[in-house]
Antibody, heavy 121, light 108 residues
């Protein structure tokens, strides 16, 4: 079965670090771009960036200004999103989503279930 | 940066047709994709490349795109169609993915 399974909910304090994961199965992980999409509480979807697991090429939303880092481990078919210093405004649901093809500008045809991140003192 | 504008809410009675619009500068020159997000769930692709449907999506869902407006049309609306709908494009100028603000479809 083709699927993306994300890591569980996290509760963190401001200033702490965090790394969440997205494990792929059922398709060739290294051949398709994977995006990260944020949804703040009660708000819409926001594209954060996209990574190509084959060579770890990345495209970031410039509004994030280096606040997050995307990475991928080909050996375990897993993509990651990490923060070195969380802010309260990072609270939200984070989805990973597979692009339809090897082209980063294609649509998202498969989504993970989402990871809820809560940052609060 | 490229901006996509959606009407925040649309209401329709069961069996009627719902039209959800997505406005953007010359959006007719871009490829528009639509996602359905039911409460508490991850988004699901319902239309891609303006008007194509993934397998498993009913024919009731259709799309069009011209000029400055793309439209998702849902015919014979059912209670299960109640959800938030998002349009999405790729902005080649900035190499960014862009989502519209979303439209909440309420089935009366």
């Amino acid at each position: 079965e083709v699927q993306l399974v994300q890591s569980g909910a996290e509760v963190k304090k401001p200033g702490e670090s965090l790394k969440i994961s997205c494990k792929a199965s059922g398709y060739r992980f290294t051949s398709y771009w994977i995006a990260w999409v944020r949804q703040k509480p009660g708000k819409g979807l926001e594209w954060m960036g996209t990574i190509y697991p084959g060579d770890s090429d990345t495209k970031y939303n410039s509004s994030l200004q280096g606040h997050v880092i995307m990475s991928a481990d080909k050996s375990i078919f897993t993509a990651y999103l990490q923060w070195s210093s969380l802010k309260a405004t990072d609270t939200g649901i984070y989805f990973c989503a597979k692009h339809h093809s090897g082209r980063y500008f294609d649509w998202f045809d498969l989504w993970g279930q989402g990871t809820v991140v809560t940052v609060s003192s | 940066s490229y901006v996509l504008t959606q009407t925040p809410s649309v209401s329709v009675a069961p069996g009627q047709t719902a039209k959800i619009t997505c406005g953007g500068n010359s959006i007719g020159t871009k490829r528009v994709h639509w996602y359905q997000q039911r409460p508490g769930q991850a988004p699901v692709l319902v239309v891609y490349d303006d008007f194509d449907r993934p397998s498993g999506i009913p024919e009731r869902f259709s799309g069009s795109n011209s000029g400055n407006t793309a439209t998702l049309t849902i015919s014979s609306v059912e209670a299960g169609d109640e959800a938030d709908y998002y349009c999405q494009v790729w902005d080649y100028n900035t190499d960014h993915g862009v989502f519209g603000g979303g439209t909440k479809l309420t089935v009366l």
